[in-house]
């Protein structure tokens, strides 16, 4: 392979491990997977979004300086895939000095248990070190951060949003595209 040829193989984003999350007012925002972190939770991801499972649904907790989370379809925040034959997930905490919580990072929500994930997660608005090695990293936004950063936000400690939350309008993997 030539010197071209290689910084063009290295330039090319891998199709199959980037999503592309469509958002309001024609927000396209582009997240790297990170399946050498996550191989689960990233193809749980993938699946979810090869299903549409993850269009339409809203943006139910959203704070301020810490994060926006989405993908429960039922909007309540108690929400997921199981009764579609989705279980929950084990735990993939990456050290920090693997991956850490900094702005655009895309972690999985989960309940107390940390082998509680299923279909719900965040993407961060800053860094958040308390989070490191405590929730499962599955991906970063590599463009189109202005738009997460229009989301429409929560009030008060929960972050709850008040109705009509902002929604995820469509998601795909670039390599279906």
């Avoid at 993939?92 to 900094?102: D, I, K, W, Y």
């Amino acid at each position: 392979m030539s010197e071209n040829n290689e910084a063009e193989a290295q330039a090319a984003p891998d199709r199959e491990n980037t999503l592309i999350m469509e958002l309001k007012d024609n927000g396209r925002v582009t997240i790297q997977l990170r399946p050498d972190l996550a191989p689960l939770h990233v193809e749980r991801i993938k699946t979810l979004t090869r299903q549409g499972l993850y269009d339409n649904t809203p943006f139910h907790r959203v704070i301020e300086g810490f994060m926006a989370q989405g993908g429960d379809p039922t909007g309540t925040g108690m929400g997921g895939f199981r009764d579609r034959g989705f279980a929950d997930l084990r735990a993939e905490f990456s050290p920090p000095s693997r991956a850490r919580f900094l702005r655009g990072t895309c972690g999985m929500a989960r309940a107390q248990d940390p082998n509680s994930a299923n279909s719900q997660f965040f993407i961060m608005f800053a860094p958040t070190p308390s989070l490191d090695g405590q929730y499962t990293i599955w991906g970063q936004v590599t463009a189109g951060m202005e738009f997460v950063d229009r989301i429409k936000r929560g009030v008060g400690g929960s972050g709850t949003v008040p109705a009509p939350a902002d929604r995820l309008i469509r998601m795909r993997v670039l390599a279906d595209t």
